[in-house]
């Protein structure tokens, strides 16, 4: 069936980087856009940053642009999140998420906890 | 960028009855709209987008209305597993925003 998988997440120190992957199953990942959102503990949810289904388009929430990159590998089926300069605040669960407009196929999440 | 309120923050419904949610924009997203539902520890599920279709699988107690600024998630006859936290989105511009959520739980 149609899922997506989300690795990579860890307790890492302020000012560290940690790169988060995507591994989609069950349908064409070539032809389908994709999202990182992320919800902070106790919180909501809170969009980070999009790929078009060819690589070649990028969007970020103001937030993460400049220090996080969102890049794809349609040959391997896999979305990357490159977090740089990470701070308390990007402390969440990242879910990887399927869609161009309304996001229809989310993963389960992984955690990161940015704590010294 | 456009700013998503959802009221109210909490609903105490009790198993049977219906739930109203709300979801106001800060400007016209036309009807570019989506809820989600999100049970604990689970990423969340699509429900509606256009502010109406139903998502694959979605029951039809579950129905969206509105356009515009304004929008309404209608759950008729909540059942067990209803009781969850609900989402608005909308992706007429970007960056893409949710609202606050509106958690509905049992009274």
């Known amino acids: 069936q149609e899922q997506l998988v989300e690795s990579g997440g860890a307790v890492v120190q302020p000012g560290r980087a940690l790169r988060l992957s995507c591994a989609a199953s069950?349908?064409?990942?070539?032809?389908?856009?994709m999202h990182w959102v992320r919800q902070p503990p106790g919180k909501g949810l809170e969009w980070v940053a999009f790929i078009s289904y060819h690589g070649s388009a990028q969007y970020y929430a103001d937030y993460v642009k400049g220090r996080f990159t969102i890049s794809r590998d349609n040959s391997k089926n896999t979305v990357s999140l490159q977090m740089n300069s990470l701070g308390a605040e990007d402390t969440a669960v990242y879910y990887c998420?399927?869609?161009?407009?309304?996001?229809?196929?989310w993963g389960n999440g992984t955690t990161v906890i940015v704590s010294s | 960028e456009i700013v998503m309120t959802q009221s109210p923050g909490t609903l105490s419904v009790s198993p049977g009855e219906s739930a109203t949610l709300s979801c106001r924009a800060s400007q016209s997203v036309i009807r570019d709209l989506a809820w989600y539902q999100q049970t604990p520890g689970q990423g969340p599920t699509l429900l509606i987008y256009d502010a109406s279709t139903r998502a694959t699988g979605i029951p039809p107690r579950f129905s969206g209305s509105g356009s515009g600024t304004e929008f309404t998630l209608t759950i008729s006859s909540l059942q067990s597993e209803d009781f969850a936290v609900y989402y608005c989105q909308q992706y007429n511009k970007w960056p893409r925003t949710f609202g606050q959520g509106t958690k509905v739980e049992i009274k």
């Open positions: 069950g349908y064409t990942f070539s032809s389908q856009a």
């Open positions: 998420v399927r869609g161009f407009r309304y996001m229809d196929l």
